[in-house]
C-alpha cells in the first residue's frame, strides 16, 4: 500500500519531524504538516490525502477529535489518532468520530506501519476526490455495493457511506448528526417511538434486529428487502453505538425469510452459551463473536479483538494460538476434524479451545475455525427463578446453589445464609436429589454451563498442549 498520501496533523515541530521521515522510510508521501486543527482542515480539503495523522492535543485552537468530525462532515478521509494519554471522556468523543484506528505514544515503526495498514485496508477503494466506494464482489456494480450508517454512544449518525447514501436517497452531509431514530422511521415507515426502542434494544441486548423496507425496482414490482441494525463494540467488548447494514438489491438483501429465521435462532442459540465462541478465520479475523465472548474479553486484559482481529498480547501465546488456528483450519479441509487445546492462554485463568470447522471444501478464502473461550473467574449468572422454577429448590436452597456456583464452600455458604452446617449439608441433599447429581463438583458444573454436550460433539480427536 506503499506511496499513498499521508497528512500529518502535529504542534511539535520535532515530532512532526521524525514522524515524516519515519513515513517516508515506509515508501509513504507525507502531503503536508499541519500545526493546528484549523490548518488541518484547511490542509484535508484542499489536498484530499488518502490518510490522516491526527495528534488528539493541539495546544491551543480546536483539537484534533474536533478537527477530525468537521472533516468527516465533508470527507471520506479516515483518521488515525495519535495520543500520550487520553482520558474516558476524550475516548468517548474520539469514537463518535468513526476514527480507523489509535496509536499511543510513544510507538514503533512496526505499530505505525500497521495502524496505517489496517485504515488503508478499511474494506474501501480511495479514488482521489476523497469518495469512497465498497468493494464488491467480482461480477457487481457499484449499484450492488451494500450501504453502511453508524453511530456514536447517543445514536447520532457519525458515519454513512456513498452506498448507504445511493440506498437512501439523502446526501451524507444532511444524513450526519442526525437521530438514527429519525430515518429509521422515515425509511422503514415505522412510528418514531418504536424507532428509538428497536436502537435501545440492540445496545441493551447486544441482539441484531432485522428492518423490512420496501425495494422499488426500476422494472417489476416492488419488493420487501430486509435491513440490519447492529451493535457496535470497541476493542474491549464494550458496546458503544449501532450499525445499520443497507443490502441493496444484489447483496445479502436477497434472503429468504427462512434463511433471516435461521440466522436470528443461530445468533441467539450462541448468546445464551455461557461460554466465548467466535467464529474467526486462519489470519484470526473475526466473523462472529457471541455475548460471553464479548464479556470475557471486557474483563480479561490479555486478550483483544483490535479492527476486527483476535489477538493475546504475550506474542508467544499469540503465535501458538495462530498455529492452533492453523492446524484446526487445516483439519477441518482434510475432514480430520482436529481440536487443540492450550490453558490457560492469556495467563488470567482463560482457557482457549480452537475446534475445525468441518467441510471447508478446501477453499482456502472461506476456511473457517471455531475459538471457545472458558473464563474460570466467571461468576454464575444462574438466577433465583431458573433454579426454583426449572429444579423446583425452595427459596434456601437456589441462594444455597447460588453461592457455591460462585466460589463459596458449603461452610461459608451457610454462614452467608446465617445457617448451620449441618442444616446447610440437609438442604445440598435435598439439592442433589432434585437436580440428579450426587457430587458438588458435578451440580456446579450443571448450574454454571448445563450439559457437557457441546465438547463431546466437537472433539473426535483431542490433542493436548
Known amino acids: 500500500m506503499a506511496g499513498e498520501n499521508i497528512l500529518v496533523v502535529e504542534d511539535q515541530r520535532s515530532a512532526a519531524g521524525a514522524l515524516q521521515m519515519r513515513l517516508r522510510g515506509l515508501g509513504y508521501d507525507v502531503s503536508a504538516i499541519a ?54 471522556k476524550l475516548l468517548d468523543r474520539a469514537r463518535a468520530t468513526c476514527p480507523a484506528g489509535f496509536i499511543n505514544k510513544p510507538f514503533t515503526t512496526k505499530d505505525l506501519l500497521i495502524a496505517i495498514d489496517f485504515a488503508l485496508r478499511g474494506g474501501q477503494d480511495r479514488t482521489s476526490g476523497g469518495a469512497t466506494t465498497a468493494i464488491a464482489p467480482s461480477g457487481t456494480t457499484e449499484n450492488d455495493a451494500d450501504g453502511l450508517v453508524s453511530t456514536d454512544h447517543e445514536g447520532r449518525i457519525s458515519f454513512a457511506d456513498r452506498a448507504a447514501e445511493r440506498i ?12 438514527l431514530a429519525e430515518l429509521l422511521s422515515s425509511l422503514y415507515e415505522i412510528p418514531a417511538q418504536r424507532a428509538g426502542g428497536l436502537i435501545a434494544s440492540v445496545l441493551s441486548t447486544h441482539r441484531e434486529e432485522r428492518l423490512a423496507r420496501v425495494q422499488v425496482e426500476r422494472a417489476g414490482p416492488s419488493r420487501q428487502q430486509e435491513d440490519l441494525l447492529t451493535p457496535l463494540f470497541d476493542t474491549r467488548g ?4 449501532v450499525a445499520l447494514k443497507l443490502f441493496s438489491s444484489g447483496g445479502q438483501s436477497g434472503h429468504h425469510a427462512s434463511g433471516s429465521a435461521l440466522s436470528n435462532a443461530l445468533i441467539q442459540a450462541l448468546d445464551t452459551l455461557p461460554h466465548g465462541v467466535i467464529c474467526l478465520n486462519a489470519e484470526l479475523r473475526v466473523d462472529h463473536m457471541n455475548r460471553a465472548a464479548r464479556e470475557i474479553l471486557g474483563r480479561n486484559r490479555g486478550m483483544e479483538c483490535r479492527n476486527g482481529i483476535f489477538g493475546i498480547q504475550d506474542r508467544a501465546l499469540d503465535a501458538r494460538l495462530r498455529e492452533f488456528v492453523r492446524q484446526a483450519i487445516q483439519g477441518g479441509q482434510t475432514g480430520a476434524g482436529a481440536m487443540f487445546v492450550r490453558a490457560p492462554m492469556s495467563g488470567e485463568h482463560v482457557e482457549l ?24 473467574n466467571a461468576k454464575s449468572n444462574a438466577s433465583h427463578d431458573l433454579l426454583t422454577g426449572l429444579y423446583g429448590l425452595t427459596h434456601t436452597e437456589a441462594k444455597l446453589v447460588q453461592l457455591m456456583s460462585n466460589g463459596l464452600t458449603l461452610d ?19 439439592v442433589f436429589h432434585k437436580t440428579g447429581v450426587n457430587r458438588q463438583a458435578e451440580l456446579i458444573h450443571r448450574i454454571g454451563s448445563g450439559p457437557a454436550s457441546l465438547l463431546l460433539k466437537i472433539a473426535p480427536t483431542d490433542t493436548r498442549n
Do not use: W
Open 35 to 88: 500545526k493546528d486543527g484549523v490548518e488541518a482542515i484547511e490542509k484535508a480539503s484542499e489536498l484530499k490525502p488518502d490518510l490522516i495523522l491526527m495528534d488528539i492535543r493541539l495546544g491551543a485552537g480546536i483539537d484534533g477529535i474536533e478537527a477530525a468530525r468537521q472533516i468527516r462532515s465533508k470527507l471520506d478521509i479516515p483518521v488515525v489518532y495519535l495520543s500520550a494519554h487520553i482520558d474516558q
Open 412 to 430: 461459608e455458604a451457610g454462614q452467608e445464609l446465617a445457617i448451620s452446617v449441618h442444616t446447610a449439608r440437609t438442604h445440598l441433599k435435598h
Open 168 to 179: 437512501i436517497g439523502l446526501a451524507r452531509r444532511s444524513l450526519l448528526d442526525r437521530p
Open 238 to 241: 464494550q458496546c458503544y453505538g
Open 353 to 376: 479451545l480452537v475446534a475445525s470447522v468441518p467441510g471447508n471444501g478446501g477453499d482456502s478464502q472461506q476456511a473457517r475455525a471455531n475459538l471457545f473461550l472458558f473464563d474460570s
